[in-house]
């Protein structure tokens, strides 16, 4: 069985992942107007959208400061180069839509990282990349034994 391609892949801000913040932001936004439409004056609404708008910053933030660098599959391992910053480690693959993958970065110090893999980012190499993430790294694999003898 031949092993998964050698491949680099480049990672960068997701539009998807800034776009779906955004539609839950706005979601967010809209049932704090429903509530506040509905429920009496008072604190609570005024309380219920500061979190809205907390949250929707945070999101915000967290997506510009989105990790921006290559994956690297050599056949062998992972690395995750970031600003000239070169990290071995392994990607575990938390959402498959197809088009996208959200990984999970474990790098062997033990950082985490959130990375959206996306295939507009290159459409040549989106399916050695996906081979890449879905197979295994090479390990060495002891000699089998000798099957059990066939009971008579």
Request: charged letters at 20%.
């Amino acid at each position: 069985m031949h092993g998964a391609p050698s491949v680099t892949y480049p990672v960068g801000r997701s539009p998807f992942a800034g776009r779906a913040a955004a539609v839950l932001a706005a979601a967010g936004f809209l049932a704090c107007l429903a509530w506040a439409w509905q429920s009496p004056a008072g604190w609570r609404p005024v309380a219920g959208f500061a979190v809205a708008f907390a949250c929707a910053g945070i999101a915000l933030h967290a997506w510009w400061r989105s990790p921006v660098g290559e994956l690297r599959w050599d056949g062998s391992g992972w690395m995750w180069e970031e600003g000239g910053r070169v990290d071995a480690g392994r990607p575990e693959v938390a959402l498959d839509l197809q088009a996208r993958l959200l990984v999970r970065w474990r790098a062997e110090e033990g950082a985490v990282r959130w990375l959206w893999l996306e295939r507009a980012s290159d459409v040549s190499h989106w399916e050695a990349l996906r081979r890449a993430v879905y197979s295994r790294a090479s390990t060495h694999v002891p000699a089998a034994g000798k099957p059990p003898a066939a009971e008579q």
